[in-house]
C-alpha cells in the first residue's frame, strides 16, 4: 500500500467556518478527505498518538495543545488516494471553550483516549461521550476507543478486561496501544488504517481549493444508513 507522509499543519479558522493549512502544501483539488476528531482528558497522549500516525515517529516534546491542532496523511486504499485529516483537540477545559464548536462540524469518526496508567482518565470517558452527544454526533459516526502509554508496563491501572466491558457496552471497538512505542500491542498505523478502510465506504467531504490558497470543506449528502460493524 503507497502511502504519503505529510507534515503536522496548525488549524485556524476564519468566520465563514473555513480552514487554512499554514504550510501551504496543499492537496489536489477534490481530494477524498476524512476528518476525525481525537478526544479525551488532557495528557492521554492525544498529540503524540496523532503525530505517530501523520509524522511517522513520536514527538520530542509536546506542550498541552490550545485549541485544536490539525495534522493529515494521504493514504491509498484499494487504488484509491484520501486525506486522513486528525483533528487533535485540546483536553485542558480552558484551552477548548472557544473552539469546541469547530470540532463537532462534519465529523466522519470519534477517537477516545484514555491513558492506561491514569484510571481518572478512564472514568472521565461517560463525559467526553456526553459531549459528543451534546453536538449531536450523529449516531451511526464510527467512534472507537484508544488505551494508550501501554509501553508503561508497571504503571497500568486501567485492566483491559474493564476497558472491553466499558467498549462493548458504548459499541466500540477497544484497542490499547503506545504512541510511544511502536512496537507494542495494536499499533498505531493499524488502528487508524483500520478507521480509515472503514470510513472510505462513507461518503466524504470533498475538497475545493479556491485560488486564495483557502481550504473549504463542504459535507456531501449523507448515505441513508451506515453499517459500521
Ligand atoms: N510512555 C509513554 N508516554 C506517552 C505516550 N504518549 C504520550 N506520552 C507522553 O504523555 C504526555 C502527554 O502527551 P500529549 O500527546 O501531549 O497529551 P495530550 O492528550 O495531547 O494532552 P493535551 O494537549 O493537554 O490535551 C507527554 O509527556 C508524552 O511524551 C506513550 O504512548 N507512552
Redesign the pocket.
Known amino acids: 500500500m503507497a502511502e504519503e507522509m505529510e507534515s503536522s499543519l496548525e488549524a485556524s479558522f476564519s468566520s465563514s467556518g473555513a480552514v487554512s493549512g499554514a504550510s501551504g502544501f496543499l492537496p489536489p483539488a477534490r481530494s477524498r478527505i476524512f476528518k476525525i476528531i481525537v478526544i ?12 505517530r500516525f501523520c509524522a511517522g515517529r ?2 520530542d ?6 485549541g485544536v491542532d490539525f495534522r493529515e496523511r494521504a493514504v491509498e486504499i484499494d487504488g484509491e488516494r484520501i486525506k486522513i485529516q486528525l483533528w ?5 477545559e480552558r ?1 477548548r471553550k472557544s473552539m469546541v464548536q469547530h470540532y463537532y462540524r462534519n465529523v466522519h469518526a470519534v477517537v477516545f ?1 484514555y ?1 492506561m ?1 491514569n484510571m481518572a482518565s478512564f472514568h472521565s470517558l461517560p463525559s467526553w461521550i456526553e459531549e459528543c452527544k451534546q453536538h449531536l454526533l450523529a449516531n451511526d459516526i464510527p467512534r472507537i476507543l484508544v488505551g ?5 508496563r508497571s504503571a497500568i491501572q486501567v485492566p483491559t478486561d474493564l476497558a472491553q466491558k466499558f467498549a462493548d457496552t458504548h459499541s466500540m471497538p477497544l484497542f490499547e ?5 511502536p512496537n ?1 500491542n495494536d499499533h498505531v498505523e493499524a488502528i487508524f488504517m483500520t478507521l480509515a478502510h472503514k470510513l472510505k465506504s462513507h461518503k466524504p467531504l470533498m475538497l475545493s481549493q479556491p485560488p486564495d490558497n483557502e481550504i473549504i470543506l463542504k459535507p456531501e449528502p449523507k448515505p441513508a444508513t451506515t453499517c459500521w460493524c
Not at 61 to 66: K, Q
Not at 177 to 181: E, V, Y
Open positions: 479525551g482528558d488532557s495528557n492521554v497522549g492525544k498529540t503524540c498518538l496523532t503525530y513520536f514527538p516534546r509536546t506542550e498541552a495543545t490550545i487533535d483537540t485540546a483536553g485542558q484551552f483516549v491513558d496508567t494508550n502509554k501501554c509501553d508503561l496501544t503506545s504512541a510511544k512505542n507494542d
